[in-house]
């Protein structure tokens, strides 16, 4: 976002919502902005040097930060204790004083934190250390004009306002979660980024998906868990917000309406996957579903009830006899949609993902195996499923070829081009809950575990970093591998080497793939068959 500090923080403020404080919070990012750029240009090298389009969009993060932290509006203290619960200090990997002792204030430590989280998205082009000594001369510099400007200023703020309004309704929340996760200082950055990664659609399913599903580098945290933290709630109200990364997505056939005087206070659904009835609030005289007709959308629950989430799409013709067709794409084409809502059938899944895991170790003599290039890797991947194929009951395997189109008593697989090139290591990993997961240029990342984070090349540290960013790829592999070289050269590749390994890592793990430590469902889908509706 380019513009001025003061310009850059009116355009994310929340209208309608105003407080005693808020007046003053433009003019201090513009203050800042001079003391920052002041500061970082005193510095001898450039790693800590934020790009001068960045620095006003950091001062404003930075008052918005001190804003949340002087009204106690409770994002930050969300996450804060989320990273004492994970890591037993709310600041790790800077922290320098007991742990048992809370920062308090505009202390340079949170400063220092709150600058190394946000700043690969500041200055994308480097890595920096958590304790590098300009880093830590920004946040000093940031902390003592922060201390002595809120000082005079009251602790009233309209973001505190706004997130004291009613949480009576789902809708409530979802206001809440849309303002938080497109204009906080917390998540704006990511969103940004998120948008970039989606094409630029900065539409109804892409910011639902963002503020519902995605997890930050904040530890792992989504907008979900920062407020459900911070609303004032009762715990099973958190409970159940934090579930809000399970919508369930479906085929939903309307039975009724429910009125109340001249509104529809709700709707009765069924969902045509799980046959299961849902009651989904409205509260509205006009909506465009009537008893008879499909909607395909999301629903989350809230308080005994349930509300459309994202956008629904409307079959105001959808004959019964087709329902079956519905269901039997969902469970084979969107499983991992299916199987929050359908536990049966996720619990089938998991149990066969794990009799396919023993079968892979029994084969390849550990959960781990090594191969030089793509195209071993994908005959011993057909050899091992073809020796499976022949211990199972022929009858089966028989109506399977018939039903999947088969020529050969083996699935079909297909490999992309840039897979089977592969020249420089393939790992495959049988992840008992997740399913086989593959790694490329694992020569490079070997070589580099190797080294126990002494001299790694560049190519090395990036396919260390890789990784660690990469999402296919589950902390059960990288604590596999670890388990056996070290994570030095993993501390190493992110700059924390001087921290103890076994912290760098948990810290890493959760900072880029906290989508692992929500609940998962196996990367299997299951065949349904007409006769019973279930198959491998």
Not at 262 to 285: C, D, F, H
Not at 460 to 484: I, K, N
Not at 485 to 491: C, D, F, R
Request: aromatic content about 10%; glycine content about 6%.
């Amino acid at each position: 976002m380019s513009g001025t500090a003061k310009q850059i923080f009116l355009a994310n403020r929340l209208p309608g919502f105003t407080g005693r404080g808020d007046r003053y919070l433009g003019e201090i990012a513009q203050e800042l902005r001079r003391v920052l750029w002041k500061t970082q240009s005193r510095f001898t090298f450039p790693a800590c040097r934020l790009p001068e389009a960045a620095c006003s969009e950091v001062a404003v993060l930075l008052v918005e930060w001190a804003e949340d932290i002087h009204n106690d509006i409770g994002l930050w203290r969300t996450v804060e204790a989320h990273q004492r619960r994970w890591f037993g200090t709310p600041l790790p990997l800077v922290a320098t004083g007991p742990p048992d002792v809370e920062p308090r204030g505009f202390d340079p430590g949170r400063v220092q934190f709150f600058l190394w989280n946000m700043w690969p998205r500041l200055s994308p082009e480097g890595v920096i250390s958590p304790g590098h000594e300009d880093l830590k001369r920004l946040a000093a510099a940031a902390s003592r004009l922060l201390t002595e400007r809120f000082a005079r200023l009251p602790q009233d703020s309209g973001v505190k306002r706004f997130l004291a309004t009613p949480n009576e309704h789902g809708w409530d929340i979802k206001q809440k979660l849309l303002w938080m996760g497109i204009n906080s200082y917390l998540f704006r950055c990511f969103f940004l980024r998120y948008l970039e990664a989606h094409k630029g659609q900065s539409d109804i399913p892409t910011k639902d998906d963002f503020v519902c599903q995605h997890c930050t580098e904040w530890s792992g945290l989504g907008v979900i868990d920062v407020l459900a933290g911070a609303l004032d709630l009762p715990e099973a109200d958190r409970c159940t917000l934090r579930t809000w990364y399970e919508r369930h997505r479906s085929f939903f056939r309307v039975l009724e309406w429910h009125e109340e005087g001249e509104e529809v206070n709700s709707i009765t659904v069924r969902n045509l996957v799980n046959g299961q009835p849902y009651r989904v609030r409205m509260n509205t005289a006009h909506h465009p579903f009537s008893p008879g007709m499909v909607v395909y959308g999301a629903l989350t629950p809230w308080r005994g009830e349930w509300y459309w989430s994202g956008e629904q799409n409307i079959f105001k013709h959808m004959p019964e006899p087709e329902e079956a067709n519905l269901r039997k794409k969902m469970l084979e084409r969107s499983s991992s949609i299916a199987y929050c809502y359908c536990p049966a059938e996720a619990a089938t899944a998991l149990e066969l993902t794990r009799e396919n895991h023993a079968k892979f170790v029994a084969f390849c003599g550990g959960d781990l195996a090594v191969f030089p290039d793509g195209l071993a890797l994908a005959a011993a991947e057909q050899k091992r499923l073809a020796a499976d194929w022949r211990v199972a009951d022929p009858d089966a395997v028989t109506r399977v070829m018939r039903e999947q189109c088969l020529e050969h008593p083996r699935p079909r697989m297909t490999y992309p081009p840039e897979f089977l090139n592969h020249d420089q290591g393939i790992a495959a990993f049988s992840n008992p809950d997740e399913g086989v997961e593959y790694l490329l240029r694992f020569n490079q990342m070997l070589s580099g575990l190797r080294k126990k984070g002494v001299g790694l090349t560049d190519k090395e540290m990036d396919a260390l970093r890789h990784l660690l960013t990469g999402a296919v790829v589950s902390p059960a592999f990288v604590q596999r591998l670890a388990s056996e070289h070290g994570a030095e050269s993993l501390a190493a590749a992110f700059l924390i080497q001087n921290e103890p390994s076994e912290l760098a890592l948990k810290f890493l793990l959760r900072r880029h793939k906290g989508q692992f430590y929500r609940k998962r469902y196996p990367a299997l889908s299951l065949v349904q068959r007409p006769q019973n509706g279930k198959a491998a």
